[in-house]
């Protein structure tokens, strides 16, 4: 085929919003009602899941819809060691204060007022500001902040009416603990102080980011923000959509043994949906049709992508115990309690919680319900099961659990009462194309 419909990419925006129907519906009329009673009606929301999953592309769609009726869009990418949350603020105040008219020139004087710091001080970067102090600033006032936030919306609101200020934020779990007190506070000032202000706020995160807010000072987290959990799978129906719908606009059809094949590789996962589909829409001949044979065509080049540019060099990193841990996992079908973890590495699961900590951390593990982890990306599963234990230091000497152990660990586990203990498939075993797709779906070949 010609053109390129579909978006495979960290952020890219998909062509169909699939899956996320009622969240966009929510977020409609919550735009509505703050703009007609202000803050008392916001519901300042993080959105949080694995990565692959669609937050940022979510994210964006929530910018788009308040940028649509006039509100302000400020939008901040958090960075691990990089520029704070508020001196980015700060950064894109600056700016807009100096090149544009109308709201951002008649708020520059609230802005003034908590600029003219040294963002340094406060941890967040280099100096920011907006008029050169005469001598070294305090950090920030979160009062202050909120005061100047809450006049842009004033200000945004008397052009256009209903409309305000939106604020936005990427990757919210690796920003720094005192950029994300000081942003709870100012959130928190604006509730107290400005509660007719429209001024709202969405983030995107890992699902960490909870325990992270906590970690760094933020009171009752969840009595603050709405946390939404973004499935880290889309349902059939809509991943079926998520292909076929772009397709039809250019009169082209997907047959369903196709559809249910790339269901099966993917297992809905929204990332390597729009990478697969892609890849199979760039080579299928068409010029209507997409057919089983060119989803095969194409598997040999994404099992090769994948590896090179995703798996592979995240699997390099890891050390050999969190290589140890992923595979027990993956010998378990992709998700399980912990204390079958401990049972199939013959270790005590507190002796594991290091482990869980840094591959949450890393994201390539999630936990989705209280004393369970499950591997983050789908694809991932059958290849550290294909990959385990090359290049890792296995046996008596290292304390490496061999792959055979691994699964005579886990087979063992089985036989006798094991609380919580879910029986899943194996996880590297391949259905005929066309029939039912495996829980944790094959490499492919």
Known sequence: MDSRIYTPGAGHQPP??????????????????????????????????PRGVGKTA??????????????IVLSVQAV????????????????????????WRRARAAFENVAGVNVSVAGFGGGVSMREPATEAAHPDAGMLAAALAGLAAEVGKDHPGAGLLITVDELQVAPHRDLALLAATLHRLNVDHPEANVTFAATGLPLTPSVLTAAGVTHPDRLFSVQDIPLNLTPPDA??????????????????????????????????????DRVWRAAPGPDTVTLADVEGALPRLAEELEMRTFGPRWDRMSDRQAEFLTALAVLGGRAA?????????????????LRDQLLKEGDIYVPRYGQVAIAVPLFAPFVLARYPQDRRTGQESGIRSL?????NSATGQDGPHPGKVTRPNPARLDPPGGPGPRSPPPPR
């Open 16 to 49: 169909v919003l699939a899956g996320r129907d009622d969240l966009m519906r929510d977020w409609r009329l919550m735009l509505n009602d703050t703009g007609a009673r202000g803050r008392v009606a916001a519901v300042d929301t993080i959105l949080v899941g």
């Open 58 to 71: 979510l994210l964006k769609a929530y910018g788009h819809e308040a940028d649509r009726h006039g509100s």
């Open 80 to 103: 691990q060691g990089g520029e704070g949350l508020i001196g980015s603020l700060m950064q894109q105040a600056r700016t807009q204060t100096q090149a544009e008219a109308g709201p």
């Open 240 to 277: 079926r959509y998520a292909l076929v719908e772009p397709a039809r606009d250019l009169e082209v059809t997907w047959q369903p043994d196709a559809l249910d094949r790339v269901l099966a590789v993917t297992n809905g996962y929204p990332a390597h949906l729009q990478l697969l589909a």
């Open 338 to 354: 912990m204390a079958e973890l401990a049972t199939a590495l013959g270790r005590a699961s507190t002796d594991l919680s290091w």
């Open 404 to 408: 055979e152990e691994l699964r005579n």
